[in-house]
C-alpha cells in the first residue's frame, strides 16, 4: 500500500485539474485522455508528476474525407457575351494587381485559374438565380 501513496500529490493534481484517471493494481497510474478516446500509464510517480505539470499539447488532424469534387468549365458561357466581359474584366484586373515579377509565373498562374474559377462560379450561381426569378 505505501508504493501507491506515492501517486497521492499527482492524483490531487490531478483531481484539481479535472482529469479523470485510475491507480491500477500494483502500483500504476493511469490518466484518460477524453478528446482522443486513449490513456497513458505511468509506473514512476514522478513521470506521472512530470506529465501532468508539463505544458498541455494538442494534436488536430485536419484530413478530409476522401472525396472528391470535380468542377468542369462549362464552355457555353463563352457564347456569352456577358460572361466574356465579366472575366475579361476580372482577368485583366487579376493580372494588373499580381504581376508584379515579385512572386515566380507558376504561382500567378495557379492562383489566377483557383481565382477564375472562384469568378466563374460566382458568375454561374448568379445567372442561375435570376433564370430562377
Do not use: C
Request: no cysteine; hydrophobic share 35%; aromatic share 12%.
Amino acid at each position: 500500500m505505501s508504493q501507491r501513496n506515492h501517486f497521492q500529490d499527482v492524483m490531487q493534481s490531478l483531481r484539481k485539474k479535472g482529469i479523470k484517471f485510475m491507480l491500477r493494481y500494483p502500483t500504476r497510474l493511469q490518466i484518460q485522455h477524453q478528446a482522443a478516446g486513449t490513456h497513458t500509464v505511468f509506473e514512476d510517480p514522478m513521470e506521472a508528476a512530470r506529465f501532468v505539470e508539463s505544458p498541455l499539447t494538442m494534436s488536430l488532424n485536419l484530413s478530409l474525407p476522401n472525396q472528391s469534387y470535380p468542377w468542369h468549365f462549362n464552355p457555353s458561357l463563352l457564347a456569352d457575351s456577358k460572361f466574356v466581359d465579366y472575366i475579361t474584366t476580372n482577368l485583366k484586373e487579376f493580372l494588373e494587381f499580381n504581376d508584379n515579377r515579385e512572386v515566380s509565373d507558376f504561382i500567378l498562374w495557379e492562383t489566377l485559374k483557383v481565382v477564375m474559377r472562384g469568378h466563374i462560379i460566382s458568375y454561374e450561381s448568379k445567372a442561375k438565380k435570376e433564370r430562377e426569378k
